[in-house]
């Protein structure tokens, strides 16, 4: 797997095994940057301040790129446009953005808005899940390019 295709480029396909691969690497990484970030601007994961929630914001755009490619070429796999990964990934930045501002994001003192991100944002996670999570890809070629398991038996 290349792992330059796999988080750069937003044309073609990979099938649930590298998509699955793509993410947890992804995830991880995230993580980790995020919690380094945090300790080393001297903060806790557990404060709630306005510079813990400027570094999280921060690290989700440095990770908006990536994460779009890697999404972008599972819906492909699946026939879908790219674009149906700004349904996941608007509401996930629009709410870093208004944690920011302080319009959301106390998990002590949640608001309306609180509950509709987390709505939008629990109802098409659940979607992509099962969309580009357990789903297979389009058997054989389609308009985004060849199946990526050409010659492997079907899962």
């Known amino acids: ?7 750069t480029i937003f044309e073609g396909r990979i099938n649930r ?11 991880i990484i995230s993580f980790l940057v995020l919690y380094g ?8 994961i557990l404060e709630l301040d306005s510079r813990t ?7 989700q755009l440095v990770f ?8 972008v070429k599972r819906l492909q796999d699946r026939n879908r446009a790219g674009y149906f990964a700004a349904f996941l990934l608007v509401p996930l930045v629009l709410k870093g953005v ?3 501002m302080g319009l959301t994001g106390n998990p002590f003192d949640q608001n309306a808005l609180d509950y509709v991100f987390l709505a939008i944002i629990g109802v098409v996670g659940i979607w992509f899940f099962v969309e580009l999570g ?5 058997v054989g070629p389609n308009q985004y390019g060849p199946d990526p398991l050409a010659g492997a038996p079907a899962r």
Not at 53 to 59: E, P, Q
Not at 64 to 71: E, F, G, R, V
């Open 1 to 7: 797997m290349d792992m330059g295709h796999l988080y």
């Open 17 to 27: 095994a590298n998509g699955w691969l793509g993410a947890i690497v992804l995830i």
């Open 37 to 44: 970030s945090i300790y080393a601007a001297g903060g806790s």
């Open 53 to 59: 929630r400027m570094i999280t914001l921060i690290v």
């Open 64 to 71: 908006l790129y990536p994460t779009a490619a890697l999404m």
């Open 98 to 100: 208004t944690d920011v």
């Open 134 to 138: 357990c789903l297979r890809g389009t």
